[in-house]
Nanobody
Framework: QVQLVESGGGLVQTGGSLRLSCAAS????????MGWFRQADGKDREFVSA???????SYADSVKGRFTISRDNAKNTVYLQMNSLKPEDTAHYYC?????????????????????WGQGTQVAVSS
């Protein structure tokens, strides 16, 4: 089993930045895909970003150029640097992880492929 604990959420003004962290425990996740989904009130959950064990990254079009995902395998941690935040980025952000072999053909946005989910951290962007 893998436990994921997110941190770094909060309230920020439009144009501001936040850095989310997700620490994994229970087993090493160096060979896992790790990533982030988000869900705003009244909306469906959506893919934000993911990174493979080798550093391949994927981003939703809505965050490309503003968000950067990275990982530190030695610390079993994945990060999401969020810059130029907009009110529409307001959501509950969830960290996810799944064995690398489950994500084939670039299907990073398929939430059903992720085995492990954190409890999430809230991000609010004021206008």
């Amino acid at each position: 089993q893998v436990q994921l604990v997110e941190s770094g959420g909060g309230l920020v003004q439009t144009g501001g930045s936040l850095r989310l962290s997700c620490a994994a425990s229970g087993r090493t996740v160096s060979t896992y895909v790790m990533g982030w989904f988000r869900q705003a009130d009244g909306k469906d959950r959506e893919f934000v970003s993911a990174v493979t064990w080798s550093g391949q990254t994927s981003y939703a079009d809505s965050v490309k150029g503003r968000f950067t995902i990275s990982r530190d395998n030695a610390k079993n941690t994945v990060y999401l640097q969020m810059n130029s935040l907009k009110p529409e980025d307001t959501a509950h952000y969830y960290c996810v992880a799944t064995p690398n072999w489950k994500i084939s053909g670039g299907r990073f946005a398929r939430d059903g492929l992720y085995d492990y989910w954190g409890q999430g951290t809230q991000v609010a962007v004021s206008s």
